[in-house]
């Protein structure tokens, strides 16, 4: 589809069982005292006041156990992930030193109840450092990250809980099969294996010692590659280098360089990829150039900010980790839990598709290359003139541009009577905004989510707009997932980066920005829909190509025409949008599918590559990169990947390592699913909506996913719909 999906950060869990043992996770770590390793030093390090971090220590006495963001300070946080581990350590003691035999409930239930203070404390602070920053709270990440992973460590390499856990999965026969506690267990048992349980005690060392190399080294990248972004915004010197822009843009980087003591001149600040929002508008070729420039080297400077090395590292660590652990590279290990388990099918998949997309590139770049031509330019398309011809020639082709689609996308009503009416309409839900939820910055709103029945569902957080110390792209996280064992209701928000108007103007957002909202919301359906027992198999806590599947689904309703009149009017006529413009959006989407899809496929062709790497074989990190990148049978020159190796956070701290191709492996399910909706599904109806939500939103991870599938649709997911909303179908065909 469109580029914005690309950006989003996974679904964030909090579940201490995931924290870092899932590919999920921002998130550390499961605990416990692992005897050949001191945790001393964590606990002991840093004396703190007593009263530090005791707000997580119970569930918040707010609705839904809401974290009390009016009484958190920013000193909380490390003492109360402090102590949450020490106390999750101290519960898994009990655990492992049980004298009974293991039981089910002994064992895997009393795992899962353990570590909430820990869930409480990081759920709250794994937001805060997404969505809103400081350098306190980053210092806080960077001390605690290698503690996180150690923590998971210990409770992972526990061998005499491994034991308890390994005597129930030797008698997994005698469980009723199909039931949560199978699923649980299962799950549990291969996550144990797959963290190292049944290594050598000195093997076992030799995978803590990487883990947490590896944990701190994702975290310094991070660090990096936010730093180089904001390093490496392009500075102009004058307005008319910036012809294109709107006066409000430009006005925008005016402030911007005022704010960075460059007062007279602009500041362009990057996004995540590759490409850059401006460059589809900026008409001057050299502006566009030293943007595009300033993005693609970001991070290979030399400076301190470089990430060449630590890339190198990782990788290399990653493979070493995988051969430890008996697969042949990390990409067999990553994908163990994965709905596509075995790296040769996830690059067949994308292999399938090189053929039709390099066609479809070579004749976007020939398109390109006349509308160049057409108004007397002399040179052929690069990458960094690639938007603004593509513009062009859509607007041209397609008599769309973006100023006349805006207006009928005002954010409240893209909510409210868009994204929630859509939820109300196919499964019967309801919004109640509320004010007496304390939020953690003043853009934040808070709604209660009712079930068709008028029973609460949970609450929803919505912050929509960019900041500073936001990172950049999407995602949606809970403060509290949804357990009947616990007892507690799904508490969700989504981040978004939407630009944030001057005071006193209508908030519009783009196209791409709304079909984020639904994105996003579909992650959030997912959590509230959630009806589990036990929270590591709750709710989004499914598998890296699989959890994208909701959000992608749930884009489609955008623009069915019964919720897009809904909510599409003009901020300030009320006029519905016009059908014509609609239709014409609608073709327009088909357009520079080549490229739109060729960066993405790239990028996860790219990941592939790092993560079939062997132990000890990588030379050059830049080299590898080009090599990589030449053997696809692409246009890279044209088309560059969406994500370069040095600033591809997504693999490299964001837990899609040989998991980037799962963004286009939902999509094909996403519109498979809608299609099987529209045919045969009961349609964009209720009927419709409550058999997605039985056999799948409300599943969580309590089943095998190909599985689930089927029980859904009757059949396994097709690529049919998937290529011909990237109007590729005729392309392949030829
Ligand atoms: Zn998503």
């Not at 009393?110 to 306190?136: H, I, K, P, W």
């Not at 469980?175 to 699923?183: N, V």
């Not at 009806?531 to 890296?544: D, L, V």
Request: aromatic fraction near 10%; include cysteine.
């Amino acid at each position: 589809m469109t580029r914005h999906e690309q950006e989003n950060f996974p679904a964030v869990t909090s579940s201490p069982l995931l924290l870092r043992a899932a590919p999920l996770a921002l998130c550390a770590a499961m605990i416990a005292g692992y005897p050949t390793m001191s945790l001393a030093a964590e606990t002991t390090a840093t004396p703190v006041e007593a009263a530090a971090g005791a707000i997580f220590a119970q569930p918040s006495a707010l609705p839904f156990q809401a974290p009390d963001f009016a009484h958190i300070a920013d000193a909380d946080y490390e003492p109360a992930i402090l102590q949450g581990m020490a106390a999750q350590r101290a519960e898994i003691a009990v655990i492992a030193d049980n004298s009974e035999p293991p039981t089910i409930e002994n064992t895997l239930v009393a795992m899962e109840r353990s570590g909430q203070f820990l869930t409480r404390a990081y759920g709250a602070f794994s937001a805060m450092v997404g969505a809103n920053t400081n350098d306190r709270l980053d210092a806080v990440e960077a001390e605690l990250s290698p503690k996180l992973a150690a923590h998971g460590d210990a409770i992972y390499l526990d061998s005499k809980l491994f034991a308890r856990v390994k005597a129930l999965y030797d008698k997994r026969a005698e469980l009723p099969s199909g039931g949560e506690e199978a699923r649980l267990l299962e799950v549990t048992y291969q996550r144990f294996v797959n963290e190292g349980a049944q290594l050598s005690d000195k093997d076992k060392l030799a995978l803590s010692a990487i883990n947490e190399q590896l944990s701190s080294l994702g975290t310094a990248f991070s660090q990096k590659l936010t730093e180089a972004s904001k390093q490496a915004a392009l500075v102009v010197a004058s307005r008319a280098e910036l012809a294109g822009l709107s006066d409000a843009e430009i006005e925008a980087a005016a402030a911007e360089a005022k704010t960075r003591g460059a007062e007279g001149q602009f500041v362009l600040t990057l996004v995540n990829t590759t490409q850059q929002p401006q460059l589809a508008r900026l008409t001057n070729r050299e502006t566009r150039r030293r943007l595009y420039e300033a993005s693609v080297t970001r991070t290979t400077r030399g400076d301190a900010n470089d990430t060449t090395a630590t890339i190198a590292r990782l990788a290399e660590l990653r493979a070493e980790k995988a051969r430890l652990l008996g697969y042949p590279d990390y990409a067999s290990y990553a994908m163990y839990d994965r709905m596509v388990k075995e790296p040769v099918k996830a690059l067949e998949f994308m292999e399938q598709m090189v053929p039709a997309v390099a066609r479809k590139q070579a004749a976007e770049a020939e398109e390109l290359n006349a509308a160049i031509r057409a108004e007397g330019g002399k040179f052929s398309v690069q990458p960094w003139d690639w938007d603004f011809y593509s513009e062009k020639v859509r607007s041209a082709k397609y008599d769309l541009d973006d100023a006349q689609v805006r207006p009928y996308f005002e954010i409240s009503r893209v909510l409210e009577d868009g994204v929630f009416y859509a939820a109300n309409l196919v499964y019967g839900l309801t919004f109640q905004k509320r004010s007496d939820i304390p939020v953690y910055h003043p853009d934040v709103s808070v709604y209660t989510v009712l079930d068709a029945d008028g029973s609460e569902l949970g609450l929803f957080y919505f912050d929509p707009y960019a900041r500073p110390n936001k990172q950049g792209g999407a995602w949606m996280g809970n403060f509290v997932e949804q357990s009947r064992l616990i007892g507690t209701k799904p508490v969700i928000y989504n981040v978004l980066n939407i630009p944030k108007p001057a005071e006193g103007q209508p908030a519009l957002v783009s196209f791409d920005d709304m079909i984020t909202m639904f994105h996003e919301f579909g992650h959030g359906l997912h959590g509230l829909f959630a009806s589990q027992t036990y929270p590591s198999i709750s709710g989004t806590n499914t598998a890296r190509d699989f959890v994208e599947f909701p959000s992608q689904f749930n884009e489609n309703f955008a623009t069915q025409p019964q919720i897009l009149g809904h909510f599409a009017r003009h901020w300030q006529t009320g006029e519905p949008i016009p059908a014509e413009l609609m239709a014409k959006i609608d073709r327009a989407r088909k357009f520079n599918q080549g490229y739109a899809l060729g960066e993405v496929l790239t990028a996860a062709l790219l990941d592939m590559k790092w993560h079939a790497l062997k132990p000890g074989r990588l030379k050059n990190a830049a080299r590898f990169e080009r090599q990589a990148l030449d053997s696809l049978g692409l246009r890279i020159d044209l088309v560059p990947p969406r994500y370069h190796s040095s600033y591809f956070r997504h693999i490299w701290d964001n837990g899609y390592a040989a998991g980037y191709y799962s963004y286009l492996w939902t999509e094909m399910i996403a519109h498979d699913a809608f299609a099987f909706m529209l045919d045969g599904g009961h349609g964009v109806t209720r009927e419709g909506g409550d058999l997605f939500r039985q056999k799948i939103l409300s599943r969580g991870n309590t089943m095998d996913y190909a599985a689930m599938y089927q029980a859904y649709a009757g059949r396994q997911p097709r690529i049919d719909a998937m290529l011909d909303a990237r109007g590729l179908v005729e392309e392949g065909a030829k």
